[in-house]
């Protein structure tokens, strides 16, 4: 019988922005989740600091010290990575002995980078449950850390690196253990507590590769590369949704984090038909749009979908195709986005903005086709050149890469061709600009709507226009409200609820007039 090891998983859910706010309800992760049930199968004790603002250093070291643990797992996103380096400063300063390994996309990406981080030990790169496992399992059996531990870089004490190969993924998904629903404070999360929604996932990976996407490029790092994109079985999934109504018996819909739910078709209709079966709750999820048919959506919406989200990314082809490695044509994102709201489902699409060759010009095409989908919301992000990426080399080579902007920035390309403050203006004005096309593409056709269209683009480019100006005060009224919705969800949350299914209902509204 192995000695039980205390791991503390350390998880800086909190961006930039949220640094000093506190009580911010966090967000589950599944990767935590997953690698606690696999090392509590073998015995190990396993903690979470779920960290949802950055803690001083004072905070830090107690709550380290109030868990004791033998071994720290620290979980680093890109964007956490200035926070992350920080509080590992702290660890090597007042608690050196504790091993510190680190894992997820930034560890996986930017290895070379983590691991140059003096007080790191080890970083675990790609998919952790087994090798964490067999890490966990070797320092309880010898005390120390296995420097030749598969999927591994481990800093010796001399300071030597041995960078051990990875092991193949895990190929079948059924044999993982559910992810464990007590690491976390399970019905106080974000999503628990605002929409009465489970946040969970049923597959790893993806068959496409969109340069942009870290996601794409982890699969470039296995030695298994075939078969990447993979699924728990339908009984399976099943199963896990039933386990989660178990541990929190109000939730009233499904969050699907999975790439793309409709990844495989014949998947698809076998698991929808034994939901509408055994759950029958309301569900979200994302979905690839070329893979969408009328059959499917049918099938979504008899199955209780309520919310759709796909990725456009750009609304201009030549830069879809040419830089992001997306082929599906405009047209069609339109008629798939139209068979959705006809149907009774929302459709939500994600948009980045600040892409390497994008100008103010390709932002309002982006902006028009939303339009043109009537699409209901949006989820915008800046571009983010993730380290090991295809589209950050190309950035790299375009020269739109400047080294002393911060990973945490906001805007991180510098493109003569967009300006700083004009991305922070379309970010804040795209969705009310969204709103402002539509109503012309309702109103008007033929030779008026063009002149429409040509009135407002002058409008908005015009070079006399403001942005800058506008843009920081449409950023500051931004923020402002989600300080309020946080601030109602968290006191008054029975009202909250009643005004974001408000919102739904208002959207379901606005899809009758397709
Ligand atoms: C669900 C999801 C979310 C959820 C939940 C976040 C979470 N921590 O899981 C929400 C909506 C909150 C979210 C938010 C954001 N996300 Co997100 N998200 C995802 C998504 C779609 C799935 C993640 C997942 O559950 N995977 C399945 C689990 C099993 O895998 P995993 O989490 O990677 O964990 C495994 C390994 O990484 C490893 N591991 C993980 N942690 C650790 C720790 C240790 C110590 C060890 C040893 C191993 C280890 O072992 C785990 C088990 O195998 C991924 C894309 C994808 N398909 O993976 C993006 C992704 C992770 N998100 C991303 C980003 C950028 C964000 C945001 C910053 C976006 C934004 N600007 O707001 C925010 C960050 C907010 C936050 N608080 O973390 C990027 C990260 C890229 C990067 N280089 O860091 C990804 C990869 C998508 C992309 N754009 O390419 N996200
Ligand atoms: S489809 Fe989505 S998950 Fe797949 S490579 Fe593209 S962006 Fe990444």
Known sequence: MLKAVEVLFVYPDFLEKTRNVRNILGSYSEGLASLSAVLKKDGHNVSLYHQTYMPDRREFIDTIRKHSPDIIGISIRTSAFPFAKEMIGWLNDELPDICVMAGMYHASLAPQEVIDVEGVDAVCIGEGEYVCLDFVNYFAKHGKINTAADSFWVKDSGGTVHKNPLRPFIADLDELPFPDLELFDYT????????????????????????????????????????????????????????????????????????????????????AALYRERIGKRFVCNLRVELITEEMVEELAKTGCYLVTIGIESGNEELRTKYLMRTMKNDHIIKVSHLLKNAGIIVNTYNIIGLPYETPELTLETIKLNAQMHTDNIVISYFQPFPNTRLRAIAEQAGFIDPSVRPNDLVQLRMPGYKRSDIIYFRYSFLMFIRKYRKLYQSYSGERLEREIARLDSKILGKNHPRGLIGVIRQKKYWLNVFIKRTVSRTLPGVYKALRRLRDKKSAIGRLKT
């Open 188 to 271: 106080n999360l974000r999503s628990n507590v605002e929409q009465n929604t489970a946040e969970v996932i049923v597959s790893r990976g993806c068959v496409y590769s969109c340069t942009y996407c870290a996601n794409a490029e982890l699969r470039n790092l296995y030695p298994n590369k075939s078969g990447y994109a993979r699924f728990r079985s339908p009984e399976n999934s099943i199963k896990l949704l039933e386990r989660v109504l178990e541990k929190d018996p109000k939730i009233e819909c499904f969050s699907f984090n999975d790439a793309i739910l409709n990844a495989n078709a014949d998947w698809f209709y076998e698991f």
